[in-house]
């Protein structure tokens, strides 16, 4: 299988949890961009231990001993410089929790990490009347590049979640953006409060354009209160969970398909 690497150029933390990893050099030579907001990379990362290091064939790591197989995660690319032909990726990190959050909060330059991609599905409408973007951390990339392509004036809310007010994140926007941050730290047990925080949302008239991305219950949560309560059409939405709470990537996968099936009963 063929995939790219790339060598990190420099990182900077944005936030206490949020780092930024740049990665260039000649293992990006074959990126091709794609026109996709979401735009994403399959992130391999080596574990210990593992007797091979980047580049590496991806075929024979993950025909090899389970233990040392290549862990996979997926992210947004932030941004792309044609230029100097170098991607910027944002991670959550919590310490020392996670394949990811743990490479990233290390990472120096020299390191390596190989990926897969880009692809993406989904590109701002632009012949929306306005646009909807919801989601927490792991959405904030995508929902990031979204707004800094709207169209001069155009109306945006947005409602995301974040641990507290040391963690939100400027936006650049030409549009017109009524911005909502959320705090999690504010009720850390509270699962609905993204979900409260829309229905609070005073939506303009008009065709809207969704966007609603990151975890599982509280996609889902936002998902049934605008098809069923707002009226929202089913398509086109790109409406969709990252990840799942108190699930490894590897165990929400495993029941990711039966979960979306459920989801789509709600409405």
């Avoid at 206490?16 to 996709?36: I, K, M, N, Q, S």
């Avoid at 354009?209 to 069923?228: C, I, M, P, S, T």
Wanted: glycine letters at 8%; one cysteine or more; hydrophobic letters at 40%.
């Amino acid at each position: 299988m063929e995939a790219l690497y790339g060598e990190v150029v420099g990182t900077r933390w944005l936030t206490p949890r949020y780092v930024r990893v740049v990665l260039g050099g000649e293992g990006l030579a074959g990126f091709t961009p794609t026109p996709f907001a979401d735009e994403y990379v399959n992130a391999l990362f080596v574990p210990q231990g593992a007797p091979y290091s980047v580049p590496f064939d991806v075929d024979a790591a993950r025909a090899g001993d389970p233990a040392h197989r290549p862990c996979g995660r997926r992210f947004t690319i932030r941004s792309w410089d044609p230029a100097t032909r170098q991607v910027t990726i944002d991670f959550v990190a919590h310490g020392d929790v996670g394949f990811a959050g743990r490479w990233a909060s290390r990472a120096r330059p020299g390191d390596r990490l190989q990926i897969i991609g880009p692809t993406g599905a989904y590109a701002p409408d632009p012949a929306a009347d306005w646009h909807l973007l919801v989601g927490d951390e792991s959405a904030l990339p995508a929902i990031a590049r979204v707004l800094e392509v709207l169209p001069t004036g155009r109306r945006a809310l947005a409602a995301v979640l974040v641990d507290d007010a040391a963690c939100e994140l400027p936006f650049d926007c030409p549009g017109d953006l009524a911005l909502q941050w959320v705090h999690r730290h504010a009720a850390p047990e509270d699962p609905d409060l993204l979900l409260r925080a829309v229905e609070l949302l005073d939506f303009p008239s008009g065709r809207v354009d969704v966007f609603v991305h990151g975890e599982a219950y509280e996609v889902r949560a936002v998902r049934k209160h605008l098809l069923a309560d707002r009226g929202v059409p089913r398509k086109p939405v790109s409406i969709s969970p990252y990840w799942r709470r108190g699930h490894t990537d590897e165990a929400w996968r495993e029941v990711k398909r039966t979960w979306l099936a459920e989801t789509e009963q709600d409405v």
